[in-house]
């Protein structure tokens, strides 16, 4: 997990004033300081400091200004935000109180959980409603991965920018088949005007992208590592001589090899133009028979569906191969590595310290943090932006 968070501080010599009365109805812009009056403050490096009794020249109301990083409250907006920051680093909320007291920072448990909760309902974006305020891409990758939470598997569903990795949505969904994921990233291709669809190679994103007549790309990883497994394993299999399913079809073991070292090298240079190559090849095995119930699939039914398989796949494993820019460059990479790496370091890697989320909406919550916190690691996140 990468972060970058930026920590609020506390100025004591700078007080922010309202730019408007506190008073409810009032709009008094200017204020006369009656009195300094001194505050307790739970800090790193202040334990007190100075705030004004202001009244309001245009009613008369008496309200605190206090300095910079400091509220009404005993504990510093900094304090907070160490506490928020050793949350989601993968502390308890008890391992943040011990720590934060063994440091002279007296803060309890249930402030360390009002902390994160109050910076985690600040979080913009990443749901649904607000994402989609104007921000556009081509692209999107779309992945789902589940937690625990109360004991029970949650499915979650999360959408990155699929150009340059930018979670767009986190998102607890009610399943994952196609009808389901089609209500939960429609909406979302429609808001950020997305043409294509990144994805594994699960059949329900298939249906979604075909339904909602987006382009696909299937990532090419996966589909390499399943190509090279089935490759290994089928040829192991032709060379060991046991099955005799292609010889009953008249084609020798060496062909079959051959065809197989055509596949692996394909799958490798995904050239788009070796489709009719692949169809070609899937013809000799397609009338390969399957075997009957309960008797193992032999290797020329096996061949069949993997060339059969291949061949139909080809245009969304190459699809990227022919999307290009202005300039000629390819837009996307072909794998869905953005939206991997977005459940590895902002929802799994926070969630492995933990025996599951005690509720979803916080499983959800932390998890939009820290995919945020994620979005601004060029800059960082200045936790004070999040705290009311
Ligand atoms: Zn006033």
């Not at 990083?69 to 504990?75: A, E, L, P, S």
Request: glycine residues 8%.
């Amino acid at each position: 997990m990468r972060l970058n968070l930026i920590l609020p501080k506390v100025e004591p010599t700078q007080y922010e004033y309202p730019k408007k009365c506190p008073q409810k109805g009032c709009r008094g812009m200017r204020f006369t300081p009656r009195q300094e009056v001194s505050k307790k403050i739970v800090d790193a490096q202040h334990p007190e400091v100075t705030a004004w009794r202001c009244e309001c020249r245009k009613c008369g109301h008496v309200f605190r200004v206090y300095p910079k990083g400091v509220n009404q409250k005993q504990i510093s907006k900094r304090v907070n935000g160490m506490a928020v920051m050793m949350y989601i680093l993968g502390l308890s909320y008890g391992a943040v109180e011990i720590v934060l007291n063994s440091l002279g920072m007296g803060i309890g448990k249930t402030s360390v959980f009002r902390a994160v909760q109050a910076v985690a309902k600040q979080v913009p974006g990443l749901k649904r409603e607000k994402l989609l305020s104007g921000y556009k891409t081509k692209a999107v990758g779309a992945d789902v991965t589940s937690v625990r939470c109360n004991g029970k598997w949650v499915t979650i569903g999360i959408v990155v920018d699929a150009v340059n990795g930018m979670v767009l949505s986190i998102d607890k969904l009610p399943g994952e088949d196609a009808e389901q994921l089609k209500t939960w990233l429609e909406p979302i291709l429609e808001a950020v005007d997305a043409d294509v669809v990144v994805s594994d190679d699960a059949d329900a994103l298939k249906r979604v992208s075909d339904e909602t007549g987006r382009s696909q790309q299937v990532c090419k990883s996966h589909v390499v590592r399943n190509t090279e497994a089935l490759v290994a394993e089928l040829s192991a299999l032709i060379g060991a001589g046991q099955d005799h399913s292609l010889d009953a079809m008249g084609i020798t073991s060496e062909q079959a090899l051959e065809d197989l070292a055509a596949l692996q090298e394909m799958i490798h240079s995904r050239r788009p133009e070796d489709q009719s190559r692949l169809e070609k090849i899937y013809l000799r095995y397609a009338n390969a028979r399957k075997p009957g119930k309960g008797k193992k699939y032999d290797v020329a039914y096996r061949m069949r569906n993997l060339f059969m398989d291949r061949w139909n796949l080809w245009p969304r494993l190459t699809f990227y191969r022919n999307w290009k820019d202005e300039d000629g460059n390819e837009i996307i990479d072909g794998t869905n590595n953005h939206c991997e790496r977005a459940i590895g370091w902002w929802i799994k890697e926070r969630y492995r310290s933990m025996r599951g989320y005690k509720q979803e909406q916080s499983a959800l919550e932390i998890s939009r943090l820290i995919a945020f916190a994620g979005n601004h690691l060029a800059r960082g996140l200045r936790l004070a932006d999040l705290m009311a």
